[in-house]
C-alpha cells in the first residue's frame, strides 16, 4: 500500500462510518496532512505523515505534542475513531486504548485470545477488568494478539524508551 492510499481509504472508512473529514494538506508532498474529524458533537484529529503513518491525538491539544497512538492500517485507525466516537456517546469523554480495545481492532473474541494465551475466556475477561495487572501478564496478552510491548519514561525534560531484560518479561 503507497502512503497516498493510505490517506486515501482511511478518509473512505471514515466517511463510510458516518464521520465528516476535513483534509488540510501540506505544502510539499512529504509534509504532514491533517485530517479533522467530526461527527454529531465529537471532533478528532489525525496526523498524516507518508513515512510514519496515521497519528491520532486523543490527549488535550498541547504545543508540540506528538501523536497518541500511530495507525499504518486506514481500516484499523478508522475504526478507533469509531471506538472513540462511541465512548464520547456514552461518557461524553474519550481515553486512551484500553486491553478490550487493543482486542476488539484485532477482530479478536475473547475465546480465541483465551485459546492463544492457553488460558479460559472467564480468565480473559478478568484481566481485561482489572485495574492493576502484571508486566509479565500485559506483555503476554499484547503477544498473543501479535503485538510486543514497549516502555516509555517521561519526564518534564526528557522522554526515553525504557528497556525491559527479556528475563523479566517472563
Request: aromatic share 8%; hydrophobic share 40%.
Amino acid at each position: 500500500m503507497t502512503a497516498t492510499s493510505l490517506l486515501t481509504d482511511t478518509v473512505a472508512h471514515l466517511q463510510e462510518l458516518g464521520f465528516a473529514v476535513e483534509t488540510d494538506a501540506p505544502d510539499e508532498s512529504n509534509g504532514e496532512t491533517f485530517l479533522d474529524i467530526t461527527r454529531n458533537d465529537f471532533s478528532t484529529q489525525i496526523s498524516f505523515r507518508p513515512h510514519a503513518g496515521l497519528g491520532l491525538f486523543i490527549s488535550d491539544d498541547a504545543y508540540g505534542q506528538r501523536p497518541d497512538e500511530v495507525y499504518r492500517n486506514a481500516e484499523k485507525a478508522a475504526n478507533r475513531v469509531d471506538q472513540l466516537f462511541r465512548q464520547f456517546e456514552k461518557s461524553g469523554s474519550i481515553g486512551y486504548l484500553t486491553l478490550v480495545d487493543m482486542r476488539k481492532l484485532n477482530n479478536l473474541s475473547q475465546v480465541e485470545l483465551a485459546e492463544a494465551l492457553s488460558i479460559k475466556q472467564p480468565s480473559v475477561n478478568r484481566i481485561e477488568k482489572r485495574e492493576n495487572i502484571k508486566f509479565e501478564t500485559l506483555a503476554k496478552h499484547v503477544a498473543a494478539m501479535g503485538g510486543r510491548l514497549e516502555m516509555r519514561v517521561v519526564f518534564d525534560e526528557m522522554e526515553a524508551r525504557l528497556e525491559i531484560p527479556s528475563s523479566q518479561v517472563g
